[in-house]
């Protein structure tokens, strides 16, 4: 992806293209982070409730000021939390531990050790100390350092455009009334939404016939607009065929993967032009929902720039399976599963149904992966989720 | 919240206000999940690879189209995945198991049971059942059910509109650069970003000093535009009796929590006028951004009509603790920590580091929670981690 420029307050979820390097010292200057007063620690060395060390107060530091006073032995600085901590002082004592005899005078019941409840000029970020790293993606967080350290202005990568092409004779626009036969535009809105759920942004075709030139003419916008191609429908011998065709017929399209051994997720076909991906979903949602979960959502974040794959996969729950599944070997079986709560540990419950409902992807909190080398999963047997993310 | 129309094509996050009823069957047809060829699934019966069925080729279904051919008995018809199983056929055998004689007769190698790769009509969700419940947030695939259902506006509920007043004298626009003594103002950007991942709307209302009548106007302010206040800053004891008595003068303000036994985090005040809550957050960020993940994320998942939080607890993940924790009883102490993959399991390591500083929250990856009621946790230990959501 190309570059960008994004202002601070959009860039929660985008991918940094370069790193942040750390223009200052954090905080800056010396900051107490209680209540109370500023003094030598050494003075309130072996101070205890019944033998309190005692302390001339000489000023108090005002928030956002520099403090104008010096601390000697035998002084103190009342100070709030967030205030810069005055020259000689080096610790603040609580409030709490702090009892005020007169306008003057304050007993201090306990020892702090040199530095306590101090945070140093560069105990945040120092001057030059790369803060965020190139390829990472901003959470809240992230943004507040951004902001702590007055960049308002952020290089991230662009975000990937998708185009997504919906094809199939029996498809036809969501806001029609279906003849028998005929399915609604699923796959236009569950892709587009999964691209927003993962950074990238959807640019919907709209509806392909079964038809070789007009399938041809959208893949090459496609092409042409986007950073990936991405059309579903072709899960019949006919349309994959058809699809595997006009990919042929384009200059310098290479196909890459003709069939993946995962279910449901199968006919999956992948091409490339260049630089640009094209993938072939299968047309049931659910298949395409699968394939977008696996392999979709790390390719995106590859495209996006993102270098942080361990994070999201942490999306993993490890959860106890409920019940036995089998599973045939030579490919891998993603069974949608429900996460429920048991007695300190998730439960992991496989929903059963026809590989072509939707429903049975409403009612699923993620995916459990069975390897191609096993042949099922035992009762009780410890897994890993795929939890779907939500926005 | 109230509620607004959201097209379809923005629902993706959007909480619910009405159970969503399905208008129809669907797919509203006997749909084929393979290739194959429709037969009376009684003329598979004993059939085999040495002893095949002989069938005879009656048409081919369009896809789309309501075949006009009915299947009688000895007759097949070939059809693609998606297509609409013709009357007489209950069930399609796979094209894997057909062998093509000549142009009108297959030879069938395998039995199929009745219904078999055939999704009924009422398979994925039958007319007038409940498909989506009010206070659902939706994700891709639920947005998917609602294109196959077609329906193009939802209604769903206002996204919280968070006012967020940062206070403090020390407290300086990001675009500034600081003095000595002042810092830049870090919680409208961290609570703002917050909010947008919580799908909420932050409605910053800016900088306000260490002022009576500023923070009184403000509070006033962000009462009139936004569903729920939040202030920051008020973490030493002169801010805070500032917030409580600002809170004090605007009549009908009831103060509802003083002091939160949690740490980092404890300065907490909640207050409501009516209904709206106010929330004053501690000013150090790594403080506020705590307070935040515990309490205002459920706040406005709540707010924001949302009723699945067991989903949101799912953003638990078990892990095993690195090292031993000290904590002091009375109060919950809630520890950054990082994930890293162990084996086969995910390992919790502690950050430590002055609670003031944000360079511990952007190295953590989630919170740890030790009870109030336990002196630490052992390496070792299982934990749960509450995993920092990223969108």
Chains 1, 2 share one sequence.
């Not at 600085?77 to 609580?94: F, Y």
């Not at 459990?368 to 009780?380: A, C, K, S, V």
Request: a negative charge; charged letters at 25%.
């Amino acid at each position: 992806m190309g570059e960008e420029i994004a202002p601070l307050d959009k860039t929660l979820g985008r991918v940094l293209s370069g790193d942040i390097v750390s223009p200052e010292d954090l905080p800056g200057f010396p900051r107490t982070v209680v209540d109370g007063y500023a003094i030598r620690a050494k003075d309130s060395f072996g101070a205890t409730e019944s033998l309190p060390a005692l302390l001339e107060i000489v000023g108090e530091v005002g928030m956002g000021q520099v403090p104008s006073m010096t601390v000697a032995a035998g002084q103190a600085v009342k100070i709030s939390t967030g205030g810069m901590v005055p020259k000689g002082a080096d610790g603040v004592v609580m409030v709490e531990y702090c009892h005020l005899m007169d306008q003057t005078t304050v007993e201090v019941s306990r020892a702090i050790s040199p530095q306590e409840n101090v945070i140093q000029p560069d105990d945040d970020f120092k001057k030059g100390a790369v803060v965020l790293r190139k390829g990472w993606k901003l959470r809240s967080q992230d943004v507040g350092v951004l902001a702590g350290l007055g960049v308002t202005e952020v290089t991230v990568y662009r975000k990937p455009r998708v185009a997504i092409i919906s094809t199939g004779d029996e498809v036809i626009p969501v806001q029609e009334k279906p003849k028998p036969g005929q399915v609604r535009d699923i796959n236009t809105y569950t892709l587009s939404a999964f691209c927003t759920k993962e950074s990238a942004e959807p640019v919907p075709l709209g509806l392909c016939r079964d038809d070789f030139e007009q399938l041809r003419n959208m893949l090459l916008k496609g092409l042409e607009t986007a950073d990936t191609v991405w059309i579903s429908g072709g899960s019949s011998v006919g349309t994959r065929d058809l699809t595997l065709k006009v990919f042929e017929s384009i200059e310098g399209t290479e196909l890459l993967v003709h069939g993946i051994s995962i279910s449901p997720g199968k006919p999956t076909i992948i091409a490339r032009k260049g630089a640009t991906a094209v993938f072939g979903l299968p047309g049931h949602t659910a298949s395409a929902m699968v394939v977008a979960e696996v392999f979709l959502a790390p390719f995106l974040a590859r495209l996006g720039g993102e270098t942080t794959f361990g994070q999201r996969l942490q999306n993993r729950v490890p959860a106890r399976l409920s019940r036995n599944i089998e599973s045939a070997s030579g490919r891998d079986d993603f069974i949608r599963v429900r996460l429920i709560q048991g007695d300190g540990e998730w439960i992991a419950e496989p929903i059963f149904g026809k590989s072509g409902l939707i429903s049975t992807l409403v009612e699923a909190d993620g995916l459990l992966r069975i390897d191609r080398n096993t042949e099922g999963l035992y009762q009780g047997q410890q897994v890993e989720v795929m939890k779907f993310k939500q926005i």
